[in-house]
Antibody, heavy 119, light 113 residues
């Protein structure tokens, strides 16, 4: 059974950093692109980052480019999101997701972890 | 930037009614190479993680009831629920997945009348 379990969320002040983790199991982690998607309170879903199987290629929307860094450790079947220079608008539930298919749709999602950016 | 526009933003229907949700892309999502549209539909229930319903515009994900039907090509797509059930109350999102960029639509909130 595919499982994705996020951790590392919490309350952080604006301008500070936070690192999220996602532990994957039930599939060959190194064979899949992985991604982070977030949902701010009362807002829609927003794609945050994607990483290739080896980690050599990463992709971000303009809203987080230069502040967030996605990475992975295939030996540990783990995905990470380093978030720097956090802003109040980064407050959201962050989901780890497996990317499948050509181009990539998100076929499995974690339970999500809440990040609150506030002073 | 590719825009994904969903309509309506919300609606309420009675149990057993057919529901049609629209998603329009500002860019053609059809790949002539792979002969697929790079469009997915997700269901997001309150307090739960998003769930994949449809990929490549019309392929149902594993375990998804056959009352959920995805259709469309190019820039215009539709998610149809043949007979609304109480458990279908949720937010529905379309999303473009192509060329290493992903864009979600704004979502449609579907409720039971």
């Amino acid at each position: 059974e595919v499982q994705l379990v996020e951790s590392g969320g919490g309350l952080v002040q604006p301008g500070r950093s936070l690192k999220l983790s996602c532990a994957a199991s039930g599939f060959t982690f190194s064979n899949y692109y992985m991604a982070w998607v977030r949902q701010a309170p009362k807002k829609g879903l927003e794609w945050v980052a994607t990483i290739s199987t080896s980690g050599s290629r990463t992709y971000y929307p303009d809203s987080v480019k230069g502040r967030f860094t996605i990475s992975r450790d295939n030996a540990k079947s783990s995905l990470y999101l380093q978030m720097n220079s956090l802003k109040s608008e980064d407050t959201a539930t962050y989901y780890c997701a497996r990317v499948a298919g050509l181009g990539g749709y998100f076929d499995y999602w974690g339970q999500g972890v809440m990040v609150t950016v506030s002073s | 930037n590719v825009m994904m526009t969903q309509s309506p933003t919300s609606l309420a229907v009675s149990a057993g009614e057919m529901v049609s949700l629209s998603c329009k892309s500002s860019e053609n999502l059809y790949s002539s190479t792979y002969k697929e549209n790079y469009l997915a539909w997700y269901q997001k229930k309150s307090g739960q993680s998003p769930k994949l319903l449809i990929f490549y515009a019309s392929h149902r994900a594993s375990g998804v009831p056959d009352r959920f039907i995805g259709s469309g090509s190019g820039t215009d797509f539709t998610l149809t629920i043949r007979s609304m059930q109480a458990e279908d109350t949720a937010d529905y999102y379309c999303a473009r997945h192509y060329s290493s960029l992903w864009t979600f639509g704004g979502g449609t909130k579907l409720e039971l009348k």
